[in-house]
């Protein structure tokens, strides 16, 4: 299984508590008046990643995790 990944961001301290690996995912249905990143809602912005693949991402940098967008449970094609 792919979902649509339009970055990833290794230690990054702005997304929450401490440093964090952030995903951000492409595909967002809901369109928020403010939304901060509206390139995330066309979910072909991002390009098709494994799961195992993000897994192995956050498993090597052992930070807290953000899952952010886009919307992280856009349904996956
Ligand atoms: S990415 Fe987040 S803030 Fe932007 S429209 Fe989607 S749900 Fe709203």
Redesign the pocket.
Known sequence: MTLSVLDIIEGTSVDGPGLRTAIYFSG?N???EG?H?RK??DIEAGKQVSIDDIMKIVAYNDFNVTFS???PFFPAR
């Open positions: 967002c809901h369109h928020c939304c990143n995330s809602w967008g886009g919307d």
